[in-house]
């Protein structure tokens, strides 16, 4: 009929979402209010156990990361393997760098087998076990102007749109 039906209420206004699927189960992710998840697209709930809140939801290697955390913006958090409900305090990771205060996380990817991390004057790839560096000095400034495409990720950054197909990232515009 043309309107829009809330199918859940309570959520801070003026806050964007971002959404991630495991597990047949979509996850939602504000930065302010706790994540929430569905399996139907119409009921929502809290996500179990006691995920981080977080700016960023995005699935890699059977497990939900949780990108840029209320009050640890440079932290990623993941649940345990084959799960979206159980969350160990050991799977933590800081995203840190040398470049000062408020260079946070920007948003995240999958690309050629690794999880891509963009704060917002650095690159970093995670592959469950090492946190390499990318690029130091460039990062994502738009975080939905991420987009992966076969085995290229594409970005918008402070230098011009940038791409990786896994390592070193250079400007092609």
């Known amino acids: ?16 979402a971002t959404f991630a699927t495991h597990l047949d189960t979509v996850i939602m992710a504000n930065g302010t209010d706790v994540a929430h998840k569905s399996t139907d697209g119409t009921t929502w709930a809290n996500l179990g156990g006691t995920p981080p809140v977080a700016k960023y939801a995005v699935t890699f290697d059977n497990k ?22 159980t969350w160990t305090a050991a799977n933590i990771q800081d995203v840190t760098t040398n470049i000062g205060v408020g260079d946070q996380i920007t948003g995240g990817t999958v690309n050629n087998n690794a999880l891509l991390i963009f704060k917002n004057y650095s690159t970093w790839k995670w592959d469950t076990y090492e946190l390499k560096t990318l690029n130091s000095t460039v990062g994502c400034r738009a975080p939905k102007s991420i987009a992966t495409i076969d085995d ?22």
């Not at 640890?72 to 649940?79: I, L, N, P, V």
């Not at 990786?164 to 092609?172: A, C, D, E, L, W």
Request: hydrophobic share 30%; no cysteine; net charge positive.
């Open 152 to 173: 290229w990720t594409f970005w918008l950054s402070h230098k011009g749109v940038m791409a990786t197909n896994g390592g070193k990232p250079f400007r092609i515009s």
């Open 1 to 16: 009929s043309g309107t829009w039906t809330s199918s859940y209420t309570g959520l801070t206004t003026g806050k964007e």
């Open 64 to 85: 939900v990361y949780m990108l840029n955390q209320t009050g640890a913006t440079s932290r990623m958090q993941w649940s345990d393997d084959g799960t979206i409900e």
